[in-house]
């Protein structure tokens, strides 16, 4: 592979509440999955991180979640289809129309936390979620965990879809993430995590919490902007890829050129 997008969970302070570093971050990846108000986010800071985001080529993404402000998106919520939808629809825009005003454009779409997680795995879950991003606008690309129903509803949608990575997060035998309530389940080793993707891009692989490897095929790599450290990881991976050839590059175009008057 001679290039692959960086990417990161970002604009999710709230407020006066400020959580990770996005303009650092956004010197070192190539795609910000923004929040949309939902899990975390206001629009004035939501507004600053797409203006940065615009300002350094750096792709735009909807990060939508459940509407879950209190557990930061990353608690299951039995929520009916036709709301879910709407919701996710209603995200898209409110950052679609953010995008707009810093001259700039949303170019796919990420679920948040406990919807990603179920997406992955629950048929009806993933098939509203495709539904409302192909509505908005079907030339949006879905960005997911590869092999589950999430990404399988978007190809049915007609959507074009990404397969990402987690830099941060430890793998299961099976190729799923280790739940965050386990100990191990996030990594914190920026050198550990650099050598961890390098071999995902080189070898189409990981170490698994057992030692075995397993195989992930992923066109995106993911640090989240919350983790400790965030930043020094992202650093670490693009650093190494950079020294052995790897391009970091967005898989969706950052989507505009910034306001003349920025």
């Known amino acids: 592979m001679s290039s692959v997008d960086l990417n990161s969970d970002l604009g999710e302070g709230f407020g006066r509440w400020t959580l990770g570093d996005d303009a650092a971050m956004l010197g070192v990846v190539s795609s910000a999955n923004v929040a949309c108000g939902f899990h975390a986010g206001d629009p004035a800071s939501i507004r600053r991180t797409v203006r940065l985001a615009a300002e350094r ?38 950052l679609a129309g953010l995008a707009a005003a810093e001259g700039t454009r949303v170019t796919y779409v990420k679920p948040h936390g406990a919807l990603y997680n179920t997406s992955a795995v629950d048929e009806r879950v993933a098939a509203d979620v495709a539904a409302a991003v192909a509505a908005v606008d079907p030339s949006l690309m879905l960005l997911g965990l590869p092999g589950t129903r999430s990404l399988d509803a978007a190809a049915a949608a007609g959507l074009t879809t990404v397969a990402e990575a987690f830099a941060d997060r430890a793998y299961t035998p099976a190729g799923t993430l280790v739940p965050r309530r386990e100990p191990g389940a996030v990594l914190h080793d920026p050198d550990v995590v650099a050598r961890r993707m390098l071999r995902l891009v080189t070898e189409g692989a990981v170490e698994a919490v057992d030692g075995s490897p397993v195989e992930v095929r992923a066109d995106s790599i993911c640090v989240h902007g919350d983790s400790d450290g965030a930043v020094a990881m992202a650093r670490r991976v693009r650093e190494l890829l950079d020294a052995e050839g790897v391009a970091i590059a967005p898989f969706a175009p950052a989507g505009g050129r910034v306001r003349a008057d920025r």
Request: overall charge negative.
């Open 57 to 94: 080529g750096v792709a735009v993404g909807a990060h939508v979640g459940y509407r879950d402000l209190v557990g930061f998106g990353r608690r299951d919520l039995d929520v009916p289809s036709e709301e879910l939808q709407a919701d996710v629809a209603y995200q898209i825009g409110a």
